[in-house]
C-alpha cells in the first residue's frame, strides 16, 4: 500500500547547480565540516515543557520528569559546545499529512502552538527561522526519488507540538535555523505499510544536506512505547504516579535501548518493527527510522543520555554521531 503515496519510479534528476551554503562550513576544515553530523532521538512530550516552565509557555509548573530533562541538558551543551550546526532538521509524528510528505518552507513560522489534549500544560508561542533554500532542497530530491511531496508555504500555519516540542527541548534559544517534515499517516491505516518510504525520505534529506553544504543535526521526534494512562492526576507533575504503563512494554523499550547501546545500527531495522507491534510505539510514523536511514545506518553505538516515562509512556533521548567523538 505504501505505492498509493508514492510516484512510479523514474530516474533521479540530476541537480547540478548549487543552492547558497551555509556560509559557514570551511573546506579543509574537519571540526567544521558540512554533512549529517549528529542524529537524537528527541521525544516531544508537552509535559518536557510545562516541566521547563520557559517563558513562551503560558501554564505554570513545580517542575516535574526531571531525568528526561537533564538528558536534554546533556545534549544542548553538547550542540552549543561540539556539534554547532547550521540548522536543525525534525521530522514529527504529529504534523500529520494524509497525502505525501511535505515540508514547511515558510520563512519565519510565529503562532501559538496548542496541544489539543492538554491544553492546559501546553499552549507555546513559537518564533523562528526556517533555512527555506534547504526545505526546498529536501523536497525537491524527495520528488526526483519518487515521493509525492509537496513544499508548504502557508504563512497562517500552526505548527504542531511535536514539532516545537523537540526544537525547544533541544535548543531553547531558537538561535539555529530549521527545518520541519511532516509524517505521511500512511502506516496508520495500512498495516502492510512499511517504513521503506521513510528510508528514501532519509536518502532525500542526506542529498539535500550534501547538496547545500549544510552542517545539520538531525532530531526524531518520536517516544518509544506509547501506551498511556487515560487519567491524569489533580497535580499533572504529581511523580508518584508516573510509572511504566506495564512490565511488557518497559521490558521491550529496555531490549530496544540494549541493542541501541551495543550497536550497529543495522541491527535496529528488524528490531523496530518488531517494538513497533509489541509496543504501539510512536516509531511508527517513521521518525527514527527517518533518522538513521539519513545518516545511512552507520556502523556504530548510540549514546543514551536518558530515559523515562511520562504518563505511562517510554521516553528515550539518544544520540549518534556517524564520524566524530567528543568528550
Known amino acids: 500500500m505504501s505505492k498509493v503515496f508514492r510516484l512510479p519510479a523514474t530516474a533521479p534528476k540530476r541537480r547540478d547547480a548549487p543552492v547558497p551554503a551555509a556560509g559557514q562550513a570551511t573546506a579543509g576544515d574537519t571540526l567544521r565540516r558540512p554533512g549529517i553530523i549528529a542524529g537524537f532521538l528527541s521525544p516531544h512530550p508537552p509535559h518536557l515543557i510545562y516541566g521547563e516552565n520557559p517563558p513562551q509557555n503560558e501554564p505554570r509548573s513545580q517542575g516535574g520528569w526531571e531525568v528526561l530533562r537533564w538528558a536534554y541538558d546533556r545534549l544542548r551543551r553538547r550542540i552549543r559546545d561540539f556539534h554547532r550546526p547550521d540548522v536543525l ?80 527541548m533541544v535548543n531553547p534559544t531558537w538561535d539555529i535555523p530549521v527545518v520541519s517534515l511532516s509524517a505521511n499517516n500512511n502506516p496508520y491505516f495500512y498495516s502492510d505499510a512499511s517504513l521503506g518510504e521513510m528510508e528514501i525520505l532519509g536518502e532525500a534529506t542526506r542529498r539535500a544536506i550534501e547538496r547545500t553544504g549544510r552542517r545539520a543535526v538531525l532530531l526524531g521526534s518520536n517516544s ?17 504516579r508516573e510509572h511504566p504503563y506495564n512490565n511488557h512494554q518497559y521490558r521491550w523499550d529496555m531490549k530496544l535501548l540494549e541493542t541501541i547501546r551495543q550497536g550497529p545500527t543495522s541491527r535496529l531495522r528488524d528490531l523496530i518493527p518488531e517494538h513497533i507491534e509489541a509496543t504501539s510505539s510512536e516509531t511508527k510514523a517513521g521518525s527514527l527510522t527517518w533518522l538513521l536511514a539519513a545518516m545511512g545506518w552507520p556502523e556504530v553505538a548510540g549514546d543514551v543520555l536518558g530515559y523515562g516515562t511520562i504518563i505511562g509512556t517510554g521516553n528515550a533521548v539518544v544520540e549518534w554521531t556517524p564520524e566524530a567523538t567528543h568528550g
Open 89 to 168: 532538521i525534525v521530522h514529527a509524528p504529529h504534523w500529520i499529512t494524509m497525502v505525501g510528505h511535505h515540508v514547511n518552507c515558510v520563512p519565519n513560522p510565529r503562532g501559538v502552538s496548542v496541544e489539543p489534549i492538554f491544553p492546559h500544560l501546553f499552549r507555546y508561542h513559537y518564533d523562528f527561522r526556517t533555512d527555506v533554500p534547504l526545505a526546498e532542497a529536501i523536497a525537491d530530491e524527495a520528488a526526483d526519488l519518487g515521493l509525492v511531496t509537496s513544499k508548504m508555504r502557508d504563512p497562517g500555519v500552526r505548527v504542531d507540538y511535536a514539532t516545537i516540542g523537540a526544537l525547544h
Open 224 to 240: 518509544l512505547s506509547h501506551l498511556h494512562w487515560h487519567e491524569e492526576p489533580g497535580l499533572p507533575e504529581d511523580m508518584e
